[in-house]
């Protein structure tokens, strides 16, 4: 391994994971007093997939982005797994995830909720610059666990998905994480949280506003590290909650939708998993070139938020 090179970032091999079985707005007409039509006009929504575990979906993700990249276990060297519903509280659920992939390296939980994804691309990016060749950066959540799908406010948004890259080094000058942004504000714990053994508790209002503010200020914060312009940006790929939270932000930025890497209705908010659920989908339908700038936004509980751009070089 050589250390402190500039090393290039490529995702080299992108995959996804969704459980087979689907929870549709109408069937949350049986749970509670709601209707189709309100939850899909306040948030874009139509279904979410439910059942599997945190483990399995990250398995599955993180298969696919090996096999994506045409890699086995032995070339990488590190495990993220960005999680908000981990398997245990001790320990972390990367080991557990690692050793179904029968990898043999380090492997470790960022917890940032749904931010955490996006947080892993600049960290995989720190360990590529200290010599390392291939990180497996995984989201993957089992939401259902602590979601009551009695509760209005909560019961509506969540489900459960995986998604996982592999970032490897790139040498040829093409790939390259050109800027990111890293935010946390603690004053903003009591508005999305869950407590042990307890489902997830929410102030959906102010997550809304907390969340459009967030998302404007980390967004310049990457154009300005980057020297980069709205308009230079192929495809934004933000994390899924509400497409309200995101048309209102985008509105403010002077980003169009058409621009946006989207599949909220089908997989509802899946936290962790939602930006790289959302980038497979966008490979899958050839929505990005090589060398084209691709930005992540990731916003969540905590408060905590994340953005990077990367000039894409990829599977
Ligand atoms: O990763 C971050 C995750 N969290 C989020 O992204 C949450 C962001 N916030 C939201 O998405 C929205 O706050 C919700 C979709 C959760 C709720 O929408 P809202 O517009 O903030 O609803 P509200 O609680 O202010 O309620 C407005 C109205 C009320 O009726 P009245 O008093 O105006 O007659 C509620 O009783 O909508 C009613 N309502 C519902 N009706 C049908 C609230 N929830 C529902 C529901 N179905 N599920």
Same mark, same amino acid.
């Given at each position: ?6 090393? !290039?970032?490529?995702?080299?091999? /992108? ?5 087979? $079985? ?9 749970? #509670? ?12 929504? =139509? ?10 979906? *990250? ?12 890699? !086995? ?78 509760? =209005?406010?909560?019961g509506i948004l969540f489900g459960n998905g995986g998604g996982a890259a592999v970032i490897e080094r790139d040498p040829s000058g093409v790939g390259e994480l ?30 809304? =506003? ?14 300005? #590290? ?14 899924? *909650?509400?497409?309200?939270? /995101?048309?209102?932000?985008? $509105? ?6 058409? $621009? ?17 659920? *959302? ?8 929505? /990005? ?13 905590? #408060? ?9 070089? !990829?599977?």
């Amino acid at each position: 391994m050589t250390t402190h090179q500039p090393a !290039g970032f490529k995702l080299s091999g /992108v995959g996804s994971s969704l459980p087979d $079985k689907v929870l549709t707005n109408v069937d949350l007409e049986g749970y #509670m007093d709601t209707t189709d039509e309100w939850i899909y006009e306040r948030t874009g929504i =139509r279904q979410r997939h439910i059942g599997s575990s945190t483990t399995e979906l *990250a398995t599955i993700a993180c298969q696919e982005a090996m096999d994506a990249a045409g890699v !086995g276990p032995e070339d990488i060297d590190l495990l993220l797994l960005a999680t908000t519903s981990p398997e245990h509280i001790c320990p972390g659920t990367a080991p557990g995830v690692a050793n179904e992939l029968g990898l043999d390296c380090g492997a470790l939980d960022i917890q940032a909720a749904c931010s955490g994804w996006v947080y892993g691309l600049p960290i995989a990016n720190g360990f590529l610059m200290q010599g390392m060749n291939r990180i497996l950066l995984v989201g993957a959540e089992a939401l259902d666990k602590i979601t009551d799908y009695h509760d =209005r406010g909560t019961g509506i948004l969540f489900g459960n998905g995986g998604g996982a890259a592999v970032i490897e080094r790139d040498p040829s000058g093409v790939g390259e994480l050109l800027g990111w942004d890293l935010g946390a504000d603690g004053k903003f714990v009591h508005i999305l949280y869950a407590e042990h053994g307890d489902v997830l508790k929410m102030d959906g209002k102010e997550v809304f =506003r907390q969340a459009v503010t967030a998302i404007q200020r980390t967004v310049q914060n990457t154009l300005d #590290m980057s020297g980069t312009t709205v308009d230079e940006i192929a495809l934004f790929v933000p994390h899924q *909650a509400n497409i309200r939270i /995101v048309e209102s932000a985008w $509105k403010k930025l002077g980003i169009p939708m058409e $621009k946006t890497a989207m599949v909220l209705e089908n997989t509802g908010n899946t936290s962790g998993a939602t930006i790289p659920l *959302a980038l497979h989908e966008a490979l899958r339908e050839d929505r /990005v070139q090589n060398g084209d700038l691709v930005m992540f936004i990731g916003f969540g509980a905590g #408060m905590t938020w994340a953005s990077a751009l990367v000039r894409w070089n !990829g599977s």
